[in-house]
C-alpha cells in the first residue's frame, strides 16, 4: 500500500492495515507501525481494493484485517484488534463475521506478515494519495 504525503510516499502491504473507519466523507486508516492516515474515498472503493479473504465489513463505516484479529466478545459485539484497538459490530455482522473466520483456510490466525516485496508492480500493494487530487495519483 502506497499512501502519498506532503513529506513523500509511504509504502505498506495490505498486512499492514490494521483497519479503516469512515467519518465525514474519509477513511482513517491504522496501520501496524502505529501511524494512521485521512483517505477520502468511499466504502465501495476501499472494498474493492481490498483482498475480500482478509478484510470484512464489520459494520457500515469500519472494515478490519482478519490477519490482525485478536479476540471477540459475541455477546458484547466487539471485536479487538492486535494493536488493542476495540471495535464494534452489529450483531448480524458479528455472526457473519464469526463465520466468515472460522471459514478460512487459508489464513491462519493471525497472519504472517510476510510481504517484504519491493515489486512496485506487486499484487499486495494499494496506492493512496493523500489528500486525494486527480492530477498527482
Not at 484485517?65 to 485478536?70: A, D, E, G, L, T
Not at 479476540?71 to 450483531?91: Q, Y
Not at 457473519?96 to 493471525?110: A, Q, T, V, Y
Request: aromatic share 10%.
Amino acid at each position: 500500500m502506497e499512501v502519498r504525503t506532503e513529506k513523500g510516499q509511504t509504502v505498506y502491504f495490505y498486512a499492514d492495515l490494521v483497519l479503516a473507519e469512515y467519518e465525514n466523507l474519509f477513511f482513517k486508516l491504522y496501520f501496524t507501525d502505529g501511524k494512521d492516515y485521512r483517505v477520502e474515498i468511499t466504502v465501495k472503493e476501499l472494498l474493492e481494493k481490498l483482498p475480500p479473504k482478509a478484510f470484512f465489513l464489520c459494520s457500515r463505516n469500519t472494515i478490519i484485517n482478519i490477519c490482525r484479529y485478536s479476540s471477540s466478545d459475541a455477546l458484547e459485539n466487539e471485536i479487538w484488534m492486535d494493536n488493542g484497538m476495540k471495535v464494534n459490530a452489529s450483531s448480524r455482522k458479528m455472526k457473519e463475521f464469526i463465520k466468515h473466520k472460522d471459514s478460512l483456510p487459508g489464513i491462519s490466525l493471525p497472519c504472517p506478515n510476510s510481504h517484504t516485496c519491493s515489486n512496485e508492480n506487486c499484487p499486495e500493494r494499494l496506492m493512496f494519495c493523500l489528500p486525494k487530487k486527480e492530477d498527482d495519483c
